[in-house]
């Protein structure tokens, strides 16, 4: 077994329903649902933390840098990130060539874990065990599937991730 961090950065994961606007956004009190997720699974083993609750969509280098820079200084061999959907490939290649021995897993989800039938809790335990046996480097994990970094990417038509 291996120590494993989860660096949360928001996504869909992480959005509940806002019934003034009708839309998804972010708690307005800034916490995340991992801590939950993980003890309903009764995973207590990862330390979680919270780095920014923000649409991927809306990343620049600067939100990847601050990603690379929690990878490079967190103690753990491990790390879980969980991240938007729409531009995790792009992430996932950013860190590729900057985590050096580290396994670093992307995971997300597709519907929020904050309403029924998510698929955040699947993906995350996929991340969770995928970051412990996986050879160092980036990797993505999405709808039961692993992915190296460089071919993550997601299927718009399909609304899953496909290589």
Same mark, same amino acid.
């Given at each position: 077994?291996?120590?494993?961090?989860?660096?949360?950065?928001?996504?869909?994961?992480?959005?509940?329903?806002?019934p003034?606007?009708?839309?998804?956004?972010?708690?307005?009190?800034?916490?995340?649902?991992?801590?939950?997720?993980?003890?309903?699974?009764?995973?207590?083993?990862?330390?979680?933390?919270?780095?920014?609750?923000?649409?991927?969509?809306?990343?620049?280098?600067?939100?990847r840098?601050?990603?690379?820079?929690?990878?490079?200084?967190a103690?753990?061999?491990?790390?879980?990130?969980?991240?938007?959907? @729409?531009?995790?490939?792009?992430?996932a290649?950013? #860190? !590729? &060539?900057? *985590?050096?021995?580290?396994?670093?897993?992307?995971?997300? %989800?597709?519907?929020?874990f904050?309403?029924y039938?998510?698929?955040g809790e699947?993906?995350? @335990?996929?991340?969770?065990?995928?970051?412990?046996? #996986? !050879? &160092?480097? *980036?990797?993505?994990?999405?709808?039961?599937?692993?992915? %190296?970094?460089?071919?993550?990417?997601?299927?718009?038509?399909?609304?899953?991730f496909?290589?």
């Open positions: 077994m291996k120590d494993l961090r989860i660096l949360v950065t928001g996504g869909t994961i992480d959005k509940v329903h806002d003034r606007t009708e839309g998804l956004s972010f708690s307005p009190d800034g916490a995340t649902h991992l801590p939950e997720m993980l003890r309903i699974a009764r995973c207590h083993f990862p330390v979680v933390q919270l780095l920014m609750l923000k649409d991927s969509l809306y990343f620049d280098d600067a939100d840098a601050s990603i690379a820079k929690a990878v490079g200084d103690p753990e061999p491990c790390v879980v990130i969980t991240h938007g959907t @729409g531009t995790m490939g792009e992430t290649r950013f #860190l !590729a &060539p900057l *985590v050096g021995d580290k396994t670093v897993v992307l995971t997300g %989800a597709m519907r929020p904050s309403l039938a998510s698929d699947f993906n995350l @335990g996929g991340a969770v065990v995928a970051a412990q046996m #996986l !050879a &160092p480097g *980036v990797w993505g994990v999405m709808n039961g599937r692993v992915f %190296a970094a460089d071919v993550l990417n997601k299927n718009v038509e399909q609304g899953r496909d290589a």
